[in-house]
Structure formats: structure tokens, C-alpha cells
């Protein structure tokens, strides 16, 4: 097989630059996912398309979230049903940041938003805070709190979407391949020999261009292809809670969400979701490697914790369905200096994650580091994509697709903007399966 692009990994990066590449019509573009597509952080997430609230705290993220929030809008008027608006509660805690500091944040949260579809923050009074999240502690709600505010974002089926993107690329030439691990990328002329390993057997190919989509992997899968990475990562655990309804006495169709501040002024989410109830999420180092997906020591004691102190939840670990935990893969360009040129050791390759290019400490917390991908070229066409929101996916495949396509000499523009580039319709008749969240991708 003879391809112009291979893209590795199939989470929503993968799949998204798949879609990007296939609205351009470049010919010869594949996938490769070593599990099944979404099986990752991208089915791991907090279910949330948002821009960022909390990100408003720093001026330099202000342009990521004003993305972020055009990115939303998109994704709400062409994936309805998938994408759907959410109300947000957010209690105006006597002991936080005063009512007016509040009341500014969302008036620029809706000034970035512009005419994104939602309607408009408003204050609340605490009765109406009480109606709308009836599961916050009463004690809490009258001691602590004064008012509130109500606000809107959005909440979605993260692995149906992987799916559906996925399938809108097949329908418009691509093709993909699920259980297929990359053993091997080798530099073969103006492009790369890539060594594949399937239930079917090995199998060699080339491409002229490959993207490593990998998220918690991408330097490892560097490393073990002999390529000097050039972009030091973090990789930051978060973990959820899924509850049973029963948890709460509350129906989670009739309630908002709400987000809930800890002593340590972390912020969770506590959300209703698919008939169930979300909290999360936590920001821990990974301990180890990203093979299993293992929740952080502590977690589940911390969520708790938040959860006793802030909610009225009836007997929570009884009430628990799931625990689960996706990984953020965090860049870090500004350390990148003092690992120019450092050249792929043995010992590397064989334990990546103990390199150098895997940090394992963090000065500062984790709200102080900059969400914003970074697209990388450690050898000719040879991407690497770090880092990245999911709400913010198909802008950021769009820019690698700019850059990929500039290396084939294309000059068609994306099309993903375009809504006969979905199938959206045709899939739902055709394909009705793929619109049911599949909760064992989170069970793997």
C-alpha cells in the first residue's frame, strides 16, 4: 500500500485530521489505531464542549478560549443530538470571589462567545440556586452561599463523535484500521517505510507523510522509531466518577450542572449525564505508564471527599457505576532548550516514559500551564500532535491539515466546515448503532 498520508492514532485528533484531509480530497490517506478508535482519553473525558470558564483567569488563554467557545458553536449546530447546551449553576460562595469579579467573567465569557447559540448568563437568587441543583448540601447552600449564576455551555457523546467523524472520512475516500500497531517508521527516500502488525499478519507500507496522533504516546512512539523528540510533555490523570441516579435525590433531566470549588481551589464539575451523574475531574502526574488505564492513588478518596463536603448525595460509593480516568498529554515548548539534539539512547527506547522527554515533576499546579496544542516536526513530514481540547479539535486539524496539504501541493481548502461533508442524516439511517455511547471503551 502506497499512501501520501498515514495518520497513527485513532482518538479524536486522529480521526479529525483524517476527516480534514478527506474533505480536501488528497487521495491515499489512512489510519491506524493499535485498540479500537476512541478507546483512549477521547471516550475519558468530562463530556464537556466548553470554553473555559476558569481559563478567563489569565489573559494569555483569553485567545484559546474565544477558539474554544466559536468551536462550540460549530459543534452545536451541526452535530445536534450529539452536542447538546447544558446549564451551569455557579454558586456565588460567601468565602470566594465577590459577586461583581463573577458577574464580569461571564459577561466576557458571553462577549467571546458572541452569537454562539446560547443564551446569556443571569444572576440567580439563592432560592432559584436551590431549584436548579437541589443536590448541594442545604447546611451549605444557606451558610455559605449568597446568590449564584447561571450560565450555559455545552455536553456531549465523546466516542460517538470519534465514530461518526471516523465514518464521515470513509465516505469521503479514507480508510482506516482498528488492531493494528505501527512496529516500526523508517526515513525511505522523501518519505517513510512504516511496519504494521495486525491479527492478519505484518504488512509494510509507505507514505510520504506521517502524523503521530498518539496523545500519551507520541514521544514514546518517537523514541522507538529513533527520532529525538523535540517537545518535553507532562501527562496529567484525570478521573470521574459515574453515579447512579439513585445517588441523588433529583431526576438528572430536570437539574443543571454545577461546578464546585475544594479547599485546594481546585475546580470540579458535578453533571448530569446520559440519565446519570458525572463528577470530575482530578489533575494528578501519571504514576507509571499510560498502558493501563489506572486512576490515580487518591482519586476516588479526593472525589469523594469534594463530594460529601459540597453535595447531598445519598451513600455515593455505594451509588458508584463507574471510575474511571483519561490522560492529558500537556506541552511543554518553554523546557524544550535543553533537550536540543539529545540523541535516542537504548535505554530510552526500550522505557521511553523514564526519558527526559516525559517530565515526572511539576513547579506550580496544573491551571497555571497552558492548554494549547502544539503541532511539531521532529523529522521531515514526519507531525506530531501534542496536547489539545476536544472541543477545539476540528480547528486544530484544520492547521495541521494546512500543513500537510502544503507538503503534498494542495491547495484545496478544509471542508470540514461544510455540513454535506458529514453525513450526518445518511449515518443515523444507515449506521444507527454508531449514536449509543459505549461504555466499555471506558472498561478496557
Not at 447544558?86 to 456565588?92: C, E, G, I, T
Not at 475516500?173 to 511496519?195: C, D, H, K, L, N
Not at 510533555?233 to 443543571?256: M, Q, T
Amino acid at each position: 500500500m502506497d499512501l501520501n498520508v498515514l495518520v497513527i492514532g485513532g482518538g479524536i485528533h486522529g480521526v479529525g485530521l483524517l476527516h480534514d484531509l478527506a474533505t480536501r480530497k488528497i487521495e491515499g490517506i489512512h489510519l491506524v489505531e493499535q485498540a479500537r478508535l476512541a478507546s483512549g482519553t477521547s471516550s475519558r473525558t468530562t463530556k464537556l464542549v466548553h470554553g473555559g470558564l476558569r481559563y478567563l483567569e489569565r489573559p494569555a488563554q483569553w485567545a484559546l478560549v474565544r477558539e474554544a467557545l466559536r468551536e462550540r458553536a460549530f459543534l452545536l449546530r451541526n452535530l445536534p443530538g450529539l452536542v447538546s447546551p447544558l446549564r451551569f449553576v455557579l454558586p456565588n460562595f460567601k468565602s470566594g470571589r465577590p459577586a461583581w469579579l463573577v458577574r464580569l467573567g461571564l459577561a466576557l465569557y458571553d462577549q467571546l462567545a458572541r452569537e454562539g447559540g446560547l443564551p446569556k448568563a443571569r444572576r440567580l437568587t439563592k432560592t432559584e440556586v436551590a431549584q436548579l441543583a437541589p443536590y448541594l448540601r442545604p447546611e451549605r447552600l444557606e451558610q455559605k452561599v449568597g446568590s449564584g449564576f447561571l450560565y450555559y455551555d455545552a455536553q456531549m457523546l465523546d466516542d460517538v463523535i470519534v465514530r461518526v467523524v471516523a465514518q464521515a472520512a470513509i465516505r469521503l475516500g479514507a480508510t482506516y484500521a482498528e488492531q493494528t500497531r505501527v512496529e516500526e517508521v523508517a526515513s525511505a527516500g522523501e518519505g517513510f517505510r512504516i511496519r504494521l502488525s495486525s491479527p492478519l499478519g505484518e504488512q509494510v507500507v509507505r507514505s510520504r507523510v506521517v502524523v503521530n496522533a498518539t496523545g500519551a504516546w507520541a514521544n514514546a512512539n518517537l523514541l522507538k522509531w529513533g527520532c529525538s523528540p523535540r517537545i518535553p510533555c507532562l501527562l496529567n490523570v484525570g478521573s470521574h466518577l459515574l453515579l447512579n441516579p439513585e445517588a441523588v435525590d433529583a431526576r438528572p433531566e430536570d437539574c443543571a450542572a454545577t461546578l464546585l470549588q475544594h479547599d485546594d481551589r481546585r475546580v470540579l464539575f458535578f453533571i448530569p449525564w446520559q440519565g446519570h451523574w458525572l463528577l470530575g475531574t482530578t489533575e494528578s502526574l501519571l504514576e507509571g505508564t499510560p498502558d493501563k488505564w489506572e486512576c490515580a492513588p487518591g482519586d476516588r478518596e479526593y472525589l469523594l471527599r469534594v463530594a460529601s463536603r459540597n453535595l447531598n448525595l445519598i451513600e455515593p460509593a455505594r451509588h458508584t457505576r463507574e471510575f474511571f480516568c483519561g490522560i492529558r498529554t500537556i506541552p511543554l515548548p518553554a523546557a524544550a532548550g535543553r533537550l536540543r539534539d539529545r540523541s535516542v539512547s537504548d535505554a530510552w527506547r526500550e522505557q521511553p516514559f523514564a526519558s527526559p522527554w516525559y517530565l515526572r515533576t511539576l513547579d506550580g499546579d496544573f491551571s497555571s500551564l497552558s492548554r494549547e496544542a502544539v503541532v511539531d516536526e521532529a523529522v521531515r513530514n514526519l507531525f506530531t500532535i501534542y496536547g489539545g481540547k476536544f472541543t477545539t479539535y476540528r480547528a486544530l486539524c484544520q492547521q495541521v491539515g494546512d500543513q500537510v496539504a502544503a507538503r503534498l501541493s494542495s491547495s484545496v481548502p478544509s471542508g470540514t466546515l461544510l455540513k454535506e461533508n458529514w453525513f450526518l442524516d445518511e449515518l443515523k439511517q444507515v449506521r444507527p448503532e454508531l449514536f449509543r455511547s459505549d461504555p466499555r471503551l471506558r472498561q478496557q
